[in-house]
């Protein structure tokens, strides 16, 4: 009986590992203006050219640094009406100190623990954004990023999102987006969306970064219940002379969001982020609110 009694008892601890294994939840990497017990907070200072010097987010103990140029304000933390956080990243369009080439105002993931995202490696991107209407209503240009994958100084992202260019808007409610890839065999635009203007949208993307041929992929998720487009493309470089001092290009990236584009006088834009969330799993950056299964 006793011998019988020490079986069951160990099957039932077997059976419930099994389940505890099963429901655990997957953790992100990185979570940025997400709604959780550890507030975020923007740090002293003032955003400048050199990365990390001020307005810097710091959330669950890392610091996501800023870097701010031309007329790019310093990232912003504001929050909806039930406390949910969210970023603004805002330019003026003024010329403050002269000629301005660039307006930039980015966070970008530079945790010493992680300082880079490697080559041939699955990752999954969450976020929500959310564009207004005054941003949407000016003509923009054809580079303006608002995230991006970043290889090495001298060379454009490998990997991005971007607002599609346009003489001039007929309907300031929506706007056109563009996931991007570029390597050393191929650049282009790779997935096209109409995006509601004034609107929360949830995007999930998937990125392997490979530049030989055919063997990167980016895949996107629009939304519950909406869409999903996946494509297998090489991006990202690897010959040698792309980088700042001819260097051969590093086989890793950083991430980086906000508003990165070309200077325009006398027009502002605004983006706004929240639930930015990094991880090595599908499941590990599902907002809990969203349903898994309508993702699929």
């Given at each position: 009986m006793e011998y019988h009694i020490k079986t069951y008892r160990i099957l039932s601890l077997v059976i419930s590992l099994q389940i505890y294994i099963g429901i655990a939840k997957e953790h992100p990497l990185y979570q940025i203006a997400t709604r959780s017990i550890h507030k975020p907070i923007i740090s002293v200072g003032i955003c400048t050219k050199s990365i990390g010097e001020g307005n810097n987010l710091i959330e669950h103990s890392v610091t996501y640094k800023s870097k701010c140029e031309g007329d790019g304000h310093g990232p912003k933390l504001e929050y909806e009406t039930d406390g949910?956080?969210?970023?603004?990243f805002?330019?003026?369009g003024k010329e403050e100190a002269g000629y301005m080439p660039k307006s930039r105002t980015e966070l970008a993931i530079t945790d010493p623990k992680r300082?880079?995202?490697q080559f041939g490696k699955d990752y999954y991107i969450g976020f929500k954004l959310k564009i207004p209407d005054s941003s949407a209503a000016v003509a923009i240009n054809n580079s303006f990023y608002i995230f991006q994958l970043w290889q090495c100084s001298?060379?454009?992202p490998i990997a991005g999102l971007r607002l599609s260019p346009s003489d001039k808007y007929t309907d300031n409610s929506t706007t056109n987006i563009n996931f991007m890839t570029r390597g050393d065999f191929s650049e282009g635009s790779t997935v096209h969306?109409?995006?509601q203007n004034d609107k929360w949208i949830h995007f999930i993307v998937k990125v392997n970064v490979n530049p030989r041929?055919?063997?990167g992929q980016l895949t996107v998720w629009k939304n519950i219940n909406e869409v999903k487009v996946e494509t297998n493309?090489?991006?990202g470089y690897f010959n040698k002379g792309i980088c700042t001092k001819g260097k051969r290009p590093p086989q890793h990236f950083r991430?980086?969001?906000g508003i990165y584009k070309n200077f325009e006088k006398n027009k502002n834009f605004i983006i706004n982020y929240s639930n930015f969330v990094v991880g090595d799993t599908f499941d590990s950056v599902i907002i809990p609110s969203e349903n898994r299964s309508s993702f699929k």
């Open positions: 949910t956080p969210y970023l603004t805002k330019t003026s300082p880079y995202f001298g060379a454009s969306f109409n995006i041929k055919g063997r493309t090489s991006f991430v980086k969001f």
